[in-house]
């Protein structure tokens, strides 16, 4: 009898996609992605109080538009850890970009290196770091580590990464186990694919294992010392991810830290967590400018862009808006994910009589509660 071949049938299509808003791609690549993988990317925790309030805590502030501010064609640029981009986003880490396109991370890269910005590769990549690389082809990147129980495994895996070029290491610290995808557990999710980063420390390669069984073979107790280990090994800096109270982020600088990576994992961790952007405030002001701030966690449109950078981000991280493009256009379908971004933004900066991204951070928000 033939063996059974269970095939993922990943979207395969090259090209421009047009972005009405980041809403409809979802809803577009639902009908294209297999449900298992479709609902692995959308998905939250639990009741997805989290993942919603990512979306409704937009709402707490308002942007004031300003009339008489002598703005004509804002610039978007800016800088992050030495890297000139011309957008403040980039790309956050996300595993198993083959869920989305046949052609995994490689297609995610190229159309975040054709627009110009960073991408992050995250350690549970469905590609190889040389796969990548014929997407990113010498952009600039940053490398997310999960990390090993084992000390020597976690070394040569920063070694891998930092051979490839990582000027960056994120420390994801808010997924030591995951959390309550009730999607995921429904729909008996395992990745149809291996992990090639970090298979070195699975008893797989990564294939038909679920996050579950994955995170409980990586580390699961993250203290500081993570941190320092980090540092000290790589001379690379540091940024400590899915920090979303201000106890924490003292506790990352305090361990040496260079960056504070506020949240909270796309609503796919601790359901019942406030939104993410309803934390940023509280955390930019203990922060207080000595490291700069990267913010994640529903990021659907250029207002809430500028709405972070005004709470006190230095750049926003873009997640689930991205995969989506992937799948509807692979490389292409990203950089016009981006590039909307980027448009709308420069839209809300004229709006809003901010000229640069200085601007931005120096405006004032309304209070609409
Ligand atoms: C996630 O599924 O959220 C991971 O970070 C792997």
Same mark, same amino acid.
């Given at each position: 009898?033939?063996?059974? /071949? ?16 980041t %809403?409809q ?14 609902? =692995? ?18 709402q707490?502030? $308002? ?12 610039? #978007? ?13 980039i ?14 991370e +490689?297609?995610?890269?190229? $159309?975040? !290196?054709? &627009? ?7 350690? =549970? ?6 796969e990548?690389?014929?997407g ?9 580590? %999960?990390?090993?129980?084992d ?10 990464a930092? +051979? ?13 186990l ?10 008996? &999710? ?5 992990? #090639? ?6 008893t797989g390669?990564?294939?038909n294992?679920?996050?579950n069984?994955?995170? !409980?073979?990586?580390?699961?107790k ?14 690379? #800096? ?16 305090? !361990?040496g !830290?260079?960056?504070?990576?506020v949240s ?5 961790q ?14 930019s002001? /203990? *922060?207080?400018?000595?490291? #700069?701030?990267?913010?994640?966690s529903? *990021?659907?449109r ?21 995969? %989506? ?7 292409? $379908? ?17 709006? +809003? $009589? ?5 601007d931005?951070?120096q405006?004032?928000?309304?209070d609409?509660?």
């Open positions: 009898t033939k063996k059974e /071949v269970k095939v993922y049938d990943a979207p395969t299509k090259i090209q421009d996609i047009e972005v009405l808003n %809403y791609l979802e809803k577009l690549a639902s009908d294209i992605v297999p449900k298992g993988g479709f609902d =692995y990317i959308s998905g939250g925790s639990g009741d997805e109080f989290t993942l919603q309030r990512n979306q409704t805590a937009w707490t502030k $308002g942007v004031l538009p300003r009339v008489l501010a002598d703005v004509e064609h804002p610039d #978007p640029s800016t800088s992050i850890l030495g890297h000139d981009i011309r957008a403040p986003f790309m956050a880490p996300i595993a198993a970009h083959g869920l989305a396109h046949e052609t995994k +490689a297609g995610t890269a190229k $159309g975040v !290196a054709e &627009f110009g910005t960073i991408m992050s590769i995250s350690a =549970y990549s469905g590609a190889k770091f040389e990548i690389e014929e990113l082809n010498g952009g600039p990147r940053w490398f997310q580590i %999960y990390m090993s129980k000390d020597e495994l976690n070394k040569n895996i920063i070694d891998e930092k +051979a490839d070029g990582a000027t960056a290491i994120i420390l994801t610290a808010d997924a030591t995951s959390g309550n995808r009730e999607k995921d557990i429904a729909n008996k &999710f395992v990745y149809p694919f291996g992990m #090639p980063i970090v298979s070195r420390y699975l390669s990564g294939a294992m679920s996050l069984n994955i995170y !409980a073979q990586s580390k699961q993250i203290t500081r010392e993570d941190v320092k280990f980090l540092k000290d090994y790589s001379d690379l #800096p540091v940024l400590v991810k899915g920090i979303q109270s201000a106890d924490d982020a003292l506790l990352a600088i305090g !361990a !830290a260079d960056g504070i990576w909270n994992h796309g609503g796919r601790l359901d019942g967590a406030p939104g993410s952007f309803e934390t940023l405030e509280g955390i002001k /203990v *922060v207080a400018g000595r490291v #700069p701030i990267i913010f994640d529903g *990021v659907r250029g207002e809430h862009i500028f709405k972070a950078l005004a709470s006190g981000a230095d750049i926003v991280a873009l997640g689930r808006p991205v995969l %989506y493009g992937l799948a509807l256009g692979g490389w292409k $379908g990203v950089r016009s994910v981006l590039e909307y971004f980027d448009e709308d933004l420069k839209r809300v900066m004229q709006l +809003a $009589g901010t000229q640069t991204i200085e931005i951070k405006a004032q928000l309304f609409m509660k």
